[in-house]
Each structure stands twice: as structure tokens, then as C-alpha cells.
């Protein structure tokens, strides 16, 4: 066991069914100490009841999900092990932001200097004074923080953080969460957009339906991204078959798809190899476009159902 | 446990609901029973004793507990809040084990609902005697006597307030449990008190022993009268206080083991 196993979420067979609805099903995964891990997938894919099982809201159906071995309730200091923020709003609108930060400084049983010093760390002190019924969704996701960051925890889970913030408010939490990440926290932050985290988070775990699509680094999901090339020509018909038929230096086209007339998508050669065999026919060729497939179109194609996709 | 009873404390005295329960102590205490003293009970419509005879103070008094309906509704209110305005996310985050929140939540409100008894019984004492020095009348009864009927009084009402935080754990819809509440001490027992046969039970319903605890009668009596029933015997009043507190008892104790498998989503 090493220094950091204290902070590894573990996720077994987790599965939950409210009534007749499955929101997740027989998910594992492991949330790595020390990185920011994101939790990714579509609205209504499980990741919020996901989150709430590791933390014991809401109580699986089968399977179970630790935190350093133990489930939170058994934590010897929940509070000062995992911060989290679940909802967008979850403060009495009659309270003043550094009273509610008050309450829940009592509750994790710290001195109350710790509400100055969230309120410091999270720049929050123009509106620390102001009742909370009158915040922007921006003001109301740094309370939230600021509560989750109140017992100085190493193991952070956060539920879409970036809904409803503006451009701004997304940058300014991209910055936070690269902060918190270099100093060595674990974060679990869900999002169903991928490219609002794609730059802060090292590992990813995306689920579709609650079940899991794919785990593991960022990198091993960018190899998946697969090269294609879009090829305009008047002789399209033809030149799919040819592209089919035959093959170029030894390798032949994995895919060969059209787009629309006069269009077709290849995958598995490359420009130069198409130009070749397109040469050798005789076929007219306008343009020829490496399609870098980028991780947002490999997401999207892990968390789209596939059956709504059948071409 | 102490951090939790400070941090409910704290949640309490941070949002103006201690300021309303203030305003309500006053008015169901000293300006109510003040009000009705200067303004006498032989002039009420139906006239009812005076301040001069014992059965006059007694129903005077008595009336205050009408107003149970107010800690109870607080109590509710206290823990209802916390899941309409989803702060019960966090506060299950920060103390996982449930039942603990909730027992601090029931010594607080315990505490505050003696504190909030206290102030009607002050100042509904200080309110009759204040009254009736100015009208120039001797009470009918013993100042030892008035003051064992607000202290039973302000048990009361600290019964109910631990009453109201158990309805509220309970039902967790602000709005459902604020009508069960009020609903069931306004509707349901009166409903009860005019059925013949059920109105049996009467004396073992919170009202009833509401009204052996206070020794107020007079709403039993009315009902009594006029569906020309049997009225049904009251409890003693210390067989009363245990009723009442059986029923906070209960009340705590759903609200202790209840949430502690339920879903927060």
C-alpha cells in the first residue's frame, strides 16, 4: 500500500435501479490517487447517481464503491477526507454565504478561521456578506467549492461544475482545478461535455447509460481517434469501388464511406495512397482533406447510442 | 455530537426563522392573552367566566393552547428547509452518520422550542397579571397556580416544536408536512372529538393530551354539549404530560431511523 491508496476511489459492480429504471449498471472503475480523473458521458448516463453512491447519498442496489478501502460513512473524517459538490444550489436563501460556510465549519467540527480562509481561496469575499438568494449561478458554484473545500480534503468529487457558468466562469474553474490538481488532490469532476475538462483532467472514465464505455488516460482515448480522409471527386461512385476493390502498397481502405455526392470518407489511407490509386484509373480527384479526428468526435461516438446510429 | 448541536444552533439563530419565532412567541403570549384580559372574558360572544373566578383564568390561559400549531410548525419547518433548499446534500456529506444530524437537530429544537414556551408563558403571565392590575381585578386564582399552568403550557409547546421536526423528517415536503401539521391539530381532532365512539380516543390524541396537560377543556366541553354526547373524561394532567411526551418520543424516533436509508438525490 502505498503512500497515496488512501485516496483511490474504487468502484465495483455498482449497480442502481430506481423502480423499473436501471441509472446504472454493474459499473467499475478506479479513480487513481493524486489526478484529476473526468467522469464523462451524456445527460441521464448515471454519473450523478454514480457520485452520490460513492458518497452515500443514495444506496446501490448491488456493488460497492470505497474510498480508500472503506465506504465515506465509515470514514474516520469524511468531511476532512472527501469534499464534494452535487448540486448547482444547495444553500438556505435567507443565509449570508459566511454564515451558511459558518454552519458547515461547525458541522466538520473545524475553527472558524477555516471559513475566512475558503473564502479567501475561492475570491469570494465582495458577496461573503450577501444573502445567497440573490446569486449568479458563477457565485453559487464558488460556495459550493468553498463548502467542499472547507475540511482542506484531498479527495474532491465534483458534479458538473461548469453547468450554467459563462466562458469566463469555465476558464476560471479550468485554472482552479489545474490548482488543485498540482497539489496533488484527487479530483472526480463529471461532465457531459468533454472539452470544458479536456485539458485539466489525466484520466477518463465515460459511461453511456449508466454502463461503461471506456476507461484509462487521456492518451490511451486519443489513439482511438482514428484518421480519416474526405475525398471530393466527380467520379465518386467509381472511385469507392476502385478504393474498395483494390489495394494500395499492400494496405486497403478499413472504411470507405460516402457523405454526399460527390464526397466519400476513407479510413485507413492516406491522402498520398488515395491520390495514387485514384491516378491509375484515371479519376478526377478536387480535393483531398486529412480529417483529424479529434478527441470531442471520439467521445461523441463512444456516447452516442449505437442505436441511433445505424447507418 | 456537541459540533452538530453548534452547527444546527448555528444554522438556526443564521436565518430570520428564530426573528418570525420571536414575533410568534410575543404575539400568541403577551399580546394575545394581554389583549383578551384588558378586554374580558364576561365580554366575549359567548360570555365566558371572569378573571375573577378560577375557571375564568384557567380558560384564559387555556387558550393559548390554540397557538401549538406555531412550534410545531417550526419544528417542521427547520427540517423541511433543508431539503427544499437541497442543503441536506451537504449536511449528510459532513455527517454521514444520519441519525446524528437528526438527534442534534431534536436537542436543539427541544431546547429552542423550552426557549420559545418560555417567552409565551413570561409574557402571557406578565400580560394577565399587567391586565388585570389595570382593570383594577383580583384573579381568581393563586399566583403559584398560574404559574405550574405556563410552565405545563411551555412544555407543551416544546413538546410539539420536537413533534413538528419528527413530521418534517417525515414528509420532507415543506408544504405537505406544514398542512399535515396544522391540518391534523385543526381538522382531523375536531373531526374526532364530534364522532361518538371515536371521540373515545380523544384524551390519548395529542390535543387531548394537550388539554389535560394545560387543563383547558373548554373546546372538548363545547363539542361535548352540542353533539349532546358523553363528554369524553380528559387524562389526569402528569398521565397527559407522558402522552404528549410519547408522542415527541415517537416523533424523534421516526425522525431518527427514517432517513437513514433513504435515498438524497
Redesign the interface.
Known sequence: MTRHDEFRIQVDKLTKRFGSVTAVNDLSFTVEPGVVTGFLGPNGAGK??TM?MI?????PTSGTATIGGRP??D?PH??RT?G?V??S????????AR??L???C????YPLSRVDEVIHQLGISEFAGRKTRGFSTGMRQRLNLA?ALLGDARVLLLDEPSNGLDPEGIAWLRSFLKGLADQGRTVLVSSHVLSEVEQVVEDVVVVRRGELVASGTMAELSSAAVAAVVVRSPDDERLAEALRAESVQGTRATSVERLEAGALRVEGLTTAQIADLAAEHRLRVHELTPERSTLEQVFLRLTSDPRESVR | MN??I??ET??LL????WLGALIGALVCGGVMIGGLTLLGPENFDPPMPGLDTEEGVRSLLGMLSFTVFVPAALGTLAVT?EYR?????????????RWRVLVAKLITFAVAGLCYGAIVAGTAGAALYGGAAARDITLGLPGATVAELLVRLALAMAAFMVIGVGFGALIRNQIAALAAVVGYLYMVELVLLAVPGINAVYPYLPGGATASLTGFTYLADAIAEQTSGSSSTLLSAPLGALVLAGYAVVAAALAVAVPL?R???
Open positions: 450523478t447517481t452520490r458518497l452515500g447519498l443514495v444506496t465515506y460513512a470514514l469524511p468531511s472527501v464534494a452535487l448540486d444550489s444547495s444553500f438556505h436563501p435567507g443565509h449570508v454564515d451558511h459558518a454552519v458547515y461547525r458541522m466538520g467540527g463548502t | 459540533r452538530l453548534i452547527a448555528t444554522r443564521s436565518s430570520r426563522l428547509s433548499h437541497r442543503t441536506i446534500s451537504f449536511t449528510f456529506l459532513f455527517e454521514p452518520r436509508r435515498d438524497v438525490t
